[in-house]
């Protein structure tokens, strides 16, 4: 048997707030969608009907509706400021950040071993290869340690990931 799901309650600022971002046009779709999945919560709308009429799946509807309750105290307390309440909302319809190792080289590093791959090589070298120039940014404290692979990733890229 389904758990009965835990209602939401907008107060009249809460609920301007997520009319304006569903009827955005300059706003993210994922956060439009997001603030429909509420607005159609709040008016009492089943998560089986909400995701049908929105076309998407029904544990998106449960997600959303979950972090739109875990925020609600924060909400409350923000009653009355609705520029800091807007940013709140901003952030309960956004997406957590994701896992994954974060970069290991700042943009500052990569910046330098592209300056490095565009010096003349040393005499003895006729260019420079991934594994002359990982020795290199080694040898000029660059980095302690860096791999060919993400020599070649950094020279080959227009757009190389960073560390924060």
């Known amino acids: 048997m389904a758990r009965p799901t835990q ?3 907008l107060t009249a600022e809460q609920e301007h707030v997520l009319q ?3 009827r955005s046009r300059e706003t993210p779709h994922s956060l439009v969608q997001r603030s429909r999945i509420v607005l159609s919560a709040a008016q009492g709308i089943a998560g089986k009907a ?3 009429q929105l076309g998407i799946d029904e544990d998106t509807v449960v997600l959303w509706r979950k972090r739109w309750l875990e925020g609600q105290t924060k909400l409350e307390k923000l009653a009355g400021h609705s520029g800091k309440l807007s940013v709140l909302i901003g952030e309960l319809l956004s997406d957590r950040p ?3 190792s974060p ?3 700042s943009a500052e590093q990569i910046c330098q071993i592209i300056a490095l791959a565009c010096e003349q090589p ?3 070298l006729s260019h420079w290869t991934h594994e002359d120039l990982a020795r290199e940014v080694v040898t000029r404290d660059i980095a302690d340690s860096i791999s060919t692979t993400s020599i070649g990733r950094f020279l080959k890229s227009g757009r190389p990931q960073t560390a924060p």
């Open 98 to 100: 994701r896992s994954g």
């Open 50 to 52: 909400i995701s049908i």
């Open 20 to 22: 304006r971002l569903a």
């Open 103 to 105: 970069g290991k080289f």
């Open 122 to 124: 040393p005499e003895h």
């Open 7 to 9: 209602s939401i309650q």
